[in-house]
């Protein structure tokens, strides 16, 4: 009901890349389905990860939830209303921004920083009396410092750059922001402080975000909920801090297992999965995660688990959820 | 000790005025894997130009890179050629690179090999072997493919088997994981690690992601700035980094941090402006710990017992 946005049962599918000839002839092309089964909220002010790998359909998600790919079932809602008709949607752009993957290259070289961040409201038509004022005061909402308004973007750091980006996805007072890979191509440096940033956004000024990446480090420490995506199927959702303490899908303990440990003294010795994922034109028959993992048994092979709750606010589709080996402690493991 | 195969020696570049490389001193030895870790822009894959005889048109180079005891920089570029491939192979981040688009990956593999002289079947099986080595699952198909379709995990492999083909003394693996999904990345960690028992020599490994480096390196190498600031075993510069620059790097990683942070630590500030002279020490602007000295003066090398040092005015004390 306090949902910020909520989905149920989205199914998403696109047409298949065709040859030309198939484009040029008026018949429908097959269309494959790239997301399926989501369910998903948002709370006002929460940061929720969703979490994939390359080709899992996280862009496809943040796309459709902006209206710009078209559900082929499912219900999205945004605060309360049902994105269905004109009106609704027209809500959700005043109510919504996105940060694109790279925001920094489409920042226009030849504007100066307190032209841009004021930019959407133009682009808007939203009037504003001041917009010298107004820049200073996004520039603030950011913790940049005023002097900056004058700067062209290749006079900025990295970091600052991608503060620019943030402050004009705040321009229009968004209640939402889905940011797509927010610390791509950053330095370790830098990074910390466009998450720190989104997290104040969050506590202080009651934005909600959601976060996509492919990167598990990157929301571990920022995100107050996470999903994980798998084939297009969420296969695991609940708060950060219990999932990457007690996983219960085998395909999050993977991941959190795969993640390269910069302690020499806790460096693993086997592979944490093996293969690759299938192409989702041949989506394996049962769990789609049965051929990479570790425990299946002969029912993941036939039977497609559904979503099921393993503890408040934690789903998993797991046939085996209970069974799954659990992070080693790593001063056991050192000691062995 | 046995002398080191790879050893360089006061090595500076610059690209114009941008002085890209300053004094970088860095050995490695037979069945070594070495990192070099350090942030964008510090040098790190102008170093591997260098370490491969490729530097950019037109860029200004001096000092030493030995290979096997021979300065491969004051080679004619003919020796040079020559090397590559048997002497120094190298693998990018963008496995594409590696490749030409237009040709099967089988004839590129045979190709590679043309110095070498077995008949081209001899050379074709050798190719489907270390294919199959590097872990494609279909050797004799992939060598009928095109690089563009493969997934992006099995390019860098096959990569990795051009770069291995003929041999190489020396490795050089510029960002090899950083393209890559975390469970691709995780696989292409455990093929290096496999490879180098079998490799008879030396791995180079630049990154800028330190979980890469604890998981594969003997050694490290820290750069700031076109320097290397500090290098030691990877287990000293973990767990004891004496440069203010590499314990910083250590405490931003996300991985370092044990359960929820709540603030993210950060390096404030930015890399210095590599044009002009630097005076002092180059990280001084963002160092915690700087001192009068730091200004004015360019650091000391520090000696931590046989293995570890760092370029710091305030390491030692
Ligand atoms: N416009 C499109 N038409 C058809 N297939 C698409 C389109 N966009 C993406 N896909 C496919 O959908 C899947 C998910 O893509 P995407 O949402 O971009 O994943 P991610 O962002 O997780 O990498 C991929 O297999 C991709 O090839
Ligand atoms: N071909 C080139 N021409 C001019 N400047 C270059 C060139 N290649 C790199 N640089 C500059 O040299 C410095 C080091 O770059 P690079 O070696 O790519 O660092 P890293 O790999 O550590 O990110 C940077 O300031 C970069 O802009
Ligand atoms: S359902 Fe089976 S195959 Fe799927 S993740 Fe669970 S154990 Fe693995
Ligand atoms: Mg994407
Ligand atoms: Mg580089």
Known sequence: MSDLYRIEGLRVDLPLPGDLLSALLPIRRPRLTILDQIDLAIAPGETFGLVGESGSGKTTLARTMLGLAAPAAGRLVFRGADLTGRAAWAGLRRGSAMMFQDPVGSLSPRMRVGALVTEPLIIAGRPIADRAAEAQRLLARVGLPPGLAGRYPHELSGGQARRVCVARALALDPALIIADEPTAGLDVSIQGEILNLMADLGRDQGVGFLVITHNLAVIRHSADRIGILYLGRLVETGPAAQVFARPAHPYTASLIASEPNPDPRRRRADLAIRGEIPSLLRRPAGCPFHTRCPIAVAKCRSIDPGPRAVAPGRMVRCHLAEDIPQPRNPAEEHSR | MTAPLLDVRGLSLSYGPVRALRGVSIDARAGEIIGIVGESGCGKSTL?????????????????????????????????????????????????????????????????????????????????????????????????????????????????????????????????????????????????????????????????????????????????????????????????????????????????????????????????????TLRGCAFQPRCPRAGPRCLALAPPRVAFGPTQAAFCHEAGR
């Open chain 2, 48 to 276: 591997a130009s260098a370490l491969i005889g490729l530097p950019a048109p037109g860029a200004t180079v001096a000092g030493e890179v030995r290979i096997a005891g021979e300065d491969f920089l004051a080679l004619p570029e003919a020796r040079r050629r020559e090397w590559r491939g048997a002497r120094v192979a190298m693998v990018f981040q963008d496995p594409m690179t590696s490749f030409n688009p237009v040709l099967t990956l089988g004839d590129q593999l045979v190709d590679f090999q043309h110095r070498s002289p077995v008949p081209r079947a001899e050379k074709r099986a050798r190719a489907a072997a270390i294919l199959a080595r590097v872990g494609l699952p279909d050797p004799d198909l992939a060598l009928r493919r095109h690089i563009h379709e493969l997934s992006g995990g099995m390019r860098q492999r096959a990569a990795i088997a051009a770069a291995l083909l003929m041999r190489p003394m020396l490795l050089v693996a510029d960002e090899p994981t950083t393209a890559l999904d975390v469970t691709m990345e995780a696989q292409i960690i455990h093929l290096l690690r496999e490879l180098r028992a079998e490799h008879q020599g030396a791995i180079v490994v630049i990154t800028h992601h330190l979980g890469v480096i604890g998981e594969l390196c003997d050694r490290v190498y820290v750069m700031y700035a076109g320097e290397v600031v500090e290098e030691g075993t990877v287990d000293e510069i973990y767990h004891s980094p004496r440069h203010p620059y590499t314990r910083a790097l250590i405490d931003c990683d996300p991985a370092h941090i044990d359960g929820p942070a709540g603030r993210l630590p950060t390096i404030p500030g930015r890399l210095p402006d590599l044009t002009g």
